[in-house]
């Protein structure tokens, strides 16, 4: 008897880097289905990341902002949302609200950790051991799969860069194609100081890699228009600064033009990681075992130390030494031993 393709909608996070993520869930079920159907409840601002992503086929708005309830909303959207029949529901956060509309889409099948408590909401709840499987990207996949099933090879994330929308955003801050290697600077982290190495520091390995000839442009968003705009000044605005420059979109294509990336534990690290660039990833107050950057070309510095990782936004001890000690010298020296796996980017 034939059966039908399952049709999966995935309630996605509400990070950059946590959606980058989930694409290996996507990538997941669609080599287990390639007939099946991934549709992803996301937040707007993730709308040109999920576009990258082959294996999405329909991204639908979350008009909810971060903690709103709005609970008619929610159910409304989910009511909306019955016709499609879906066989199974994947909700990604662990918060109470994340279920509300897959609850009322009656999808057949609600996955997730009890998270908040959400008996009844989720009929297929899952106690998650933070011991095991450490990384976030584990903990995802494994809501694909049987209770205490082992884990499958998981895929890599691989996002799409647009080569015409990259030279349309260059040429929009006056530029072209770049002529020689490029090193990305990510100094921003919206979780807060403690994910952030210092300003200065950024400056000195700008100015190293700017007298060996590379450009280097600055990433980050409305946010982060401070510390671009300080690494700016500390160089003689001889990079190119793109904070608060871009959409994500956009910063997606130029990243995808860069050489290199170094970058702190943020959303554009794990956003360069699928794109394939080397990725150089300075982590503080956060683990690497837990959300590393998905590629071969990355390359993690973290020192470990006893008051680490404490999670914190701001350094609890007001000191940041586990960022302060991971000194420029040590990721130029990191750059290099690298350089045998940089290829020159070619543009046609």
């Known amino acids: 008897m034939e059966t039908t393709p399952p049709r999966f909608l995935i309630v996605g996070p509400a990070w950059i880097g946590d959606m980058v993520l989930a694409q290996s869930l996507f990538m997941f079920l669609k080599q287990r289905d390639s007939g099946c159907t991934v549709d992803v409840l996301a937040p707007a601002w993730s709308l040109p990341l999920l576009a990258r992503m082959p294996e999405v086929d329909e991204a639908i708005i979350s008009p909810f902002r971060h903690g709103e309830l709005r609970l008619g909303e929610r159910l409304r959207l989910g009511r909306q949302l019955r016709a499609r029949q879906y066989d199974r529901a994947i909700v990604l956060p662990n918060s109470l609200k994340s279920a509300l509309v897959p609850c009322a889409a009656r999808a057949r099948v609600r996955t997730g950790y009890l998270g908040e408590l959400r008996y009844g909401l989720l009929n297929d709840i899952r106690r998650l051991d933070k011991s095991k499987p450490p990384r976030t990207v584990d903990r995802f996949v494994a809501l694909a799969l049987a209770p205490d099933a082992p884990l499958p090879e998981i895929p890599t994330p691989r996002i799409r860069a647009d080569a015409d929308k990259a030279r349309s955003a260059l040429a929009r801050q006056g530029r072209g194609l770049p002529a020689a290697p490029v090193l990305g600077l990510c100094p921003g982290a919206e979780y807060g100081p403690a994910k952030r190495w210092p300003a200065e520091y950024y400056a000195d390995l700008a100015k190293a890699k700017l007298a060996q000839g590379w450009e280097v442009w600055l990433f980050g968003s ?127």
């Open 222 to 348: 409305d946010q982060d228009t401070g510390v671009t705009g300080a690494i700016q000044s500390m160089t003689e605005k001889r990079c190119l600064d793109l904070g608060g420059k871009t959409t994500l979109e956009e910063a997606i294509d130029l990243l995808s033009l860069t050489t290199a990336v170094v970058t702190n534990d943020s959303g554009l690290m794990h956003v360069a990681a699928a794109l394939d660039r080397q990725v150089i990833a300075l982590y503080g107050s956060s683990d690497p075992r837990h959300t590393p950057p998905l590629s071969e070309e990355a390359a993690v510095l973290y020192l470990g130390l006893s008051c680490s990782p404490c999670f914190k936004r701001e350094c609890p001890l007001h000191h940041l030494r586990c960022l302060r000690e991971i000194v420029p010298q040590r990721v130029l020296e990191t750059l290099a031993a690298n350089d045998g796996k940089i290829q020159e980017t070619r543009y046609k």
